[in-house]
C-alpha cells in the first residue's frame, strides 16, 4: 500500500504533461493572417486632422545657384512637395495602418508616407550637396529643418552635427539626441550612438 501515492503522483504528472502538450502551440503566420483579415474590414476613418507636413519652401535654401543636374533635381523634388499630402508614418506596417485609420485609407496612407521618403531624402542628399560646395550654412537650414520633421536619416543627423561641431556649437548636439529619441526606426540606436560618440 505504500506505493499507491507515488503511483499517484506519477499518474498525476503524466495526465499533466499530456494536457500542456495537447496545448495548441501559437502559429505566427496564421496570426499574422487572422490580424490582416481584421485590418481589411476596419471602416474608413476620418484622417483629416492628423499632422500633414507642409513644407515651407520659401523658407528653405532652394535657390543657391548650381550647375549640377543633380543638386537641381534635388531642389526641384523638395519645391514639388509643397502641394502633395505628406505623412511621417515611419515605423508603422500596412496592417497597422488600416487598423488604426480604415483600410480604405491605405492608398493615401502609403502614397503621403512615400511623398515623406522622398522628402528626407532629398533634404538629406541636398544638403551633402552644399557641404561639398562649401554652402553650410544653406546646409544646416536644410538639415535642421529635416531633423524637425522627424527624419531617421543617419546621413543627416551626423553632418548636422558635424556642422555643429565645426561652428563651435557642440552643445547642440545633446539636443539632436534628444531628437533622435523619439525616431520610430530602427536606425534610432545608431544614430544615437554615433552622436554620443561625437560628444564625448
Known amino acids: ?8 503522483i506519477i499518474a498525476f504528472c ?5 494536457i500542456v502538450n495537447r496545448k495548441p502551440k501559437s502559429d505566427p503566420e496564421a496570426e499574422f493572417l487572422a490580424l490582416e483579415r481584421k485590418a481589411n474590414l476596419t471602416p474608413r476613418k476620418d ?7 507642409k513644407v515651407p519652401i520659401h523658407e528653405l535654401p532652394l535657390d543657391v545657384p548650381t550647375d549640377s543636374e543633380e543638386t537641381m533635381e534635388r531642389q526641384d523634388t523638395i519645391r514639388s512637395m509643397s502641394n502633395k ?13 488600416k487598423l488604426k485609420y480604415g483600410a480604405p485609407n491605405i492608398n493615401i496612407l502609403s502614397s503621403a508616407d512615400a511623398n515623406y521618403t522622398r522628402l528626407v531624402q532629398a ?31 543617419r546621413k543627416a543627423y551626423l553632418m548636422l552635427a558635424s556642422i555643429y561641431k565645426e561652428e563651435g556649437h557642440p552643445e547642440k548636439i545633446p539636443e539632436l539626441i534628444k531628437s533622435a529619441l523619439s525616431i520610430r526606426s530602427l536606425l534610432r540606436d545608431s544614430i544615437i550612438s554615433s552622436l554620443e560618440a561625437m560628444v564625448s
Open 47 to 53: 484622417i483629416s486632422d492628423l499632422p500633414y507636413i
Open 14 to 18: 503524466v495526465v499533466f504533461k499530456t
Open 123 to 153: 533634404i538629406s542628399y541636398l544638403a551633402a550637396d552644399y557641404m561639398d560646395h562649401e554652402h553650410i550654412e544653406e546646409a544646416r537650414e536644410l538639415l535642421e529643418y529635416g531633423v524637425s520633421i522627424g527624419t531617421d536619416s
Open 85 to 97: 499630402q505628406i505623412l511621417n508614418l515611419t515605423g508603422m506596417t500596412n496592417t497597422e495602418l
Open 1 to 8: 500500500m505504500h506505493f499507491t501515492v507515488p503511483i499517484i
